[in-house]
């Protein structure tokens, strides 16, 4: 009898003990994310930088010239679930060329904003998220790019948050040009709005957490071999 009361006693005392452990529940959290870094390079100038220069632009119109552009996430958990994260640029010089495609791919490499130039860009990696953009919309405009899989990929650390590349998607053709207002722009500079779902486990520390789940299955199997045994003497 005593044998029993105690295998109860043991169940009761595992059941009260899990609950008390802080269990942290996923939560909705957003950011709007300013550029840590951004430069244009230009096909013209291989060798010159252009990383202070806002606007910073993209096109063809007298040479091929590209945008990159860096954001910090590093306060983003890991694990976190993105929702949306969208890439928004304040374009105030213009170029009419019709309706245009733009290309944003993920950066392969780092880079630095003070020395990037032509030559020394980085590649890209993987697949482009493109925009169709009618460039007959007169300037100023806002434009924007869904990055979502690109920040999921970066905080899953599935690749490395190299930043991105913006490019027109035929530069061989086209007399465009687009200037978005960089960070060293006096206003309405780059900026990424994420918004995320952190991870349940974020904030709990996982030894601890498995460490009192080992201690209650040991609990518990304890208290089931005692009243397993206790009912067959009884």
Same mark, same amino acid.
Do not use: Y
């Given at each position: 009898? %005593?044998? /029993?009361?105690?295998?109860?006693?043991?169940?009761?005392?595992?059941? /009260? *003990?899990?609950?008390? =452990?802080?269990?942290?529940?996923?939560?909705?959290?957003?950011?709007? =994310?300013?550029?840590? *870094?951004?430069?244009?390079?230009?096909?013209?100038?291989?060798?010159?930088?252009?990383?202070?220069?806002?606007?910073? %632009?993209?096109?063809?119109?007298? &040479?091929?010239?590209?945008? =990159?552009?860096?954001?910090? #996430?590093?306060?983003?958990?890991?694990?976190?679930?993105?929702?949306?994260?969208?890439? @928004?640029?304040?374009?105030? /010089?213009?170029?009419?060329?019709?309706?245009?495609? =733009?290309?944003?791919?993920?950066?392969?490499? @780092?880079?630095?904003?003070?020395?990037?130039?032509?030559?020394?860009?980085?590649?890209?990696?993987?697949?482009?998220?493109?925009?169709?953009? &009618?460039?007959? !919309?007169?300037?100023?405009?806002?434009?924007?790019?869904?990055?979502? +899989?690109?920040?999921?990929?970066?905080? &899953?650390?599935? !690749?490395?948050?190299?930043?991105?590349?913006?490019?027109? /998607?035929? +530069?061989?053709?086209?007399?465009?040009?687009?200037?978005?207002?960089?960070?060293?722009?006096? @206003?309405?500079?780059?900026?990424? &709005?994420?918004?995320? %779902?952190?991870?349940?486990?974020?904030?709990?520390? #996982?030894?601890? #957490?498995?460490? #009192? !789940?080992?201690? !209650?299955?040991?609990?518990?199997?304890?208290?089931?071999?005692?009243?397993?045994?206790?009912?067959?003497?009884?």
């Amino acid at each position: 009898m %005593r044998a /029993s009361v105690w295998a109860v006693g043991t169940v009761l005392l595992a059941m /009260s *003990i899990f609950p008390a =452990f802080p269990v942290v529940s996923a939560a909705m959290e957003s950011a709007a =994310f300013p550029a840590a *870094i951004d430069a244009e390079v230009r096909q013209n100038s291989p060798n010159t930088n252009f990383g202070s220069d806002s606007p910073m %632009r993209i096109g063809t119109q007298t &040479d091929v010239r590209r945008v =990159f552009i860096q954001f910090d #996430l590093s306060s983003v958990e890991s694990g976190s679930g993105i929702i949306s994260a969208t890439l @928004s640029l304040r374009a105030v /010089s213009c170029t009419s060329s019709g309706v245009r495609t =733009f290309n944003v791919h993920t950066v392969a490499a @780092s880079w630095v904003e003070a020395s990037v130039t032509w030559n020394t860009q980085p590649a890209t990696v993987g697949s482009p998220v493109q925009k169709v953009v &009618d460039t007959g !919309i007169l300037c100023p405009v806002q434009d924007t790019f869904d990055v979502t +899989e690109f920040v999921q990929a970066w905080v &899953d650390a599935e !690749i490395v948050n190299n930043g991105m590349r913006l490019s027109d /998607s035929n +530069e061989a053709t086209g007399a465009l040009l687009r200037g978005w207002v960089s960070r060293d722009g006096p @206003s309405q500079n780059p900026h990424l &709005d994420v918004v995320w %779902r952190t991870s349940p486990l974020a904030g709990v520390d #996982l030894t601890a #957490l498995l460490m #009192l !789940i080992a201690f !209650i299955v040991i609990l518990v199997a304890a208290a089931v071999f005692v009243f397993v045994i206790s009912g067959r003497i009884g």
